[in-house]
């Protein structure tokens, strides 16, 4: 009789004892290495406990540093002692406009929307509405990656001032969590909603080896069977990590993909030679943001990143990458478009342009979020 090959699986001693805990949406009860940071916002949100208003914050930092989880984190303790803070987690790359921000908010405080026909003024009354109710709860908007609302190409950061001035554009009172990688964007911003945003300011550091170490040891207590890691797989790992700029996501990453070559080889420990086999692989999938629309790339698409990336942080103009590639006029339109959706999937960014045209603006490949 032939063997069943997951009833095989399920007999040997398993390398995992929950691999969730090592996946970028998973919430743990703690975050270690950023108490400070943690105590920080939550000094700017503790009005809500007291029936106040809490300050907006911007959160800035590298990829990898924990901004996200540390807002909803500490937004989850805060509704254990306050049922008036309504958190609402906005990822801007998924919700990149007005429209589309303040319906979220819409359903959030438990109106329906019609699927199509309505105009944003019509969500505007409906949020109006809302705020006119006395059970009305208080929105914390966490508006995730918020520089995507900010980029020239989106015109769509009119919802920051909203939001900054919910109680005179939108009749309720709200806050905001803004989260970047940008440190520089606080400059960045309308001066009508900057010092809403640059009064609180949270700066998060790349992680050291040390602190990697100790947060990939305490996921891993979670995440594995007894025994299941050689000892020197975490310090690899947390090494790893730290020269891919301290970013906790690729070190979780890479320690989660060698669980899974161990599992997959059949073997009960995962040793060095299993980080080392998963490595690259690991990297690069780590280096694509986990909730970013991903971008199906042909040939041309690699040579138009691999000609931008070349030219480094100067960039490349428009102008000059049709130049490298003998583009004609029809070819210039072709590649407007080609950059246009590489620029929405997430994996460029443009300077502001004082053209109307695409032909000054100066190109980028963005960094990792």
Not at 67 to 91: D, F, H
Not at 131 to 149: F, N, T
Not at 191 to 212: D, G, M
Not at 268 to 273: L, P, Y
């Amino acid at each position: 009789m032939a063997t069943n090959i997951f009833r095989e699986l399920s007999s040997t001693n398993g390398i995992f004892r929950d691999e969730s805990v090592l996946h970028p949406d998973y919430l743990p009860d703690e975050l270690p290495c950023r108490e400070r940071q943690m105590r920080e916002l939550a000094s700017y949100l503790h009005p809500v406990t007291r029936n106040q208003m809490p300050s907006s914050v911007l959160m800035s930092g590298p990829p990898g540093l924990g901004k996200t989880t540390m807002a909803k984190l500490v937004l989850k303790q805060l509704g254990e002692v306050s049922k008036r803070a309504l958190p609402v987690y906005i990822n801007c790359w998924e919700t990149s406009t007005r429209f589309g921000i303040l319906s979220e908010l819409v359903i959030a405080l438990g109106d329906m929307l019609p699927r199509r026909g309505i105009a944003i003024d019509e969500v505007v009354v409906r949020l109006k509405e809302a705020g006119k109710r006395e059970s009305c709860p208080l929105p914390i908007v966490v508006l995730d990656e918020v520089d995507r609302l900010v980029a020239a190409s989106t015109h769509e950061d009119q919802v920051l001032y909203d939001l900054s001035r919910s109680s005179e554009t939108l009749g309720l009172q709200a806050a905001v969590i803004g989260i970047t990688n940008d440190a520089e964007l606080g400059m960045k911003l309308d001066a009508r909603v900057r010092s809403s945003f640059t009064n609180h300011c949270i700066a998060f550091t790349p992680y050291t080896p040390s602190e990697l170490k100790t947060i990939l040891s305490e996921r891993a207590k979670k995440a594995f069977a007894p025994h299941a890691l050689d000892e020197e797989v975490i310090p690899l790992c947390a090494a790893i990590g730290a020269k891919a700029g301290g970013d906790a996501r690729v070190a979780l990453h890479l320690l989660w993909a060698a669980g899974g070559k161990a599992e997959s080889e059949g073997v009960n420990t995962v040793g060095i030679s299993h980080v080392r086999a998963v490595q690259s692989t690991a990297l690069a999938q780590a280096a694509v943001p986990a909730l970013r629309k991903m971008v199906d790339l042909d040939e041309m698409d690699q040579l138009v990143i691999g000609l931008i990336s070349k030219a480094g942080d100067a960039g490349l103009t428009s102008g000059d990458l049709y130049s490298k590639l003998g583009a004609n006029e029809s070819d210039q339109r072709t590649l407007r478009s080609r950059l246009s959706r590489l620029e929405k999937g997430g994996l460029l960014l443009f300077a502001d342009s004082d053209s109307r045209f695409g032909h000054t603006r100066t190109w980028k490949v963005k960094k990792t979020a």
